[in-house]
């Protein structure tokens, strides 16, 4: 953030939405970036966006998991019924899918998992990139957001949801070991 803003990182100041959102001060930028971050299983995703709100999610695909159980609790039924279709590696990646996408939309607005995510409904699977269908009822909100799947490596799939559409995606891999 101290890059993109041109300022010393110890000179950023932070401050947190009533959910724990986080967000930089006025005076440091934080009326022109947005930025969210996502972790798992060793690895961390940054997404920084001007004048939008963005979210990101990163998961670690386990394969040890009852996929249409854990689904039932964040999915639309007409996602579940999708869900029972498939099988193996195509349903592990359809519930990720689902998964990332649901969460860095409700990351994007603040609310985290306190967002009812069976309200939001996102198409999955099918060879086709995912976007969001309906968001609570509402299917002009949902189409104000854009997503942006990401398989940053084997085993991980991660989604960015930002406010508004045709908004380039750069990304750059940085080493946790190199120093700046």
């Known amino acids: 953030l101290g890059l ?3 300022l010393e990182p110890a000179g950023l100041r932070f401050c947190y939405s009533d959910r724990g959102k986080p ?3 006025d005076e440091c930028g934080g009326d022109l970036l947005s930025f969210n971050l996502s972790h798992s299983h060793g690895m961390a995703l940054y997404a920084i966006t001007l ?3 963005v979210g990101i999610d ?3 695909c386990r394969r040890e998991m009852d996929y249409l159980q854990v689904a039932k ?6 996602e579940i019924d999708a869900l029972r279709n498939l099988s193996g590696p195509a349903l592990a990646e359809a519930f990720f899918t689902l998964w990332t996408c649901k969460e860095a ?5 603040g609310l985290g998992l306190s967002c009812p995510l069976d309200q939001i409904q996102v198409s999955a699977g099918g060879g086709k990139p995912a976007r969001f269908l309906d968001i609570g009822g509402n299917s002009q909100k949902a189409a104000d957001w854009s997503l942006r799947q990401l398989v940053p490596q084997d085993g991980y799939l991660a989604a960015v949801a930002v406010k508004g559409h045709d908004r380039p995606l750069k990304c750059w891999v940085v080493n946790p070991h190199t120093v700046f």
């Open 105 to 109: 939309y409700a990351k994007a607005i």
């Open 51 to 53: 004048d939008s709100p």
């Open 23 to 25: 967000f930089l001060a």
């Open 4 to 6: 993109y803003l041109n």
């Open 58 to 60: 990163l998961e670690y």
């Open 73 to 78: 609790q964040f999915s639309s039924p007409r």
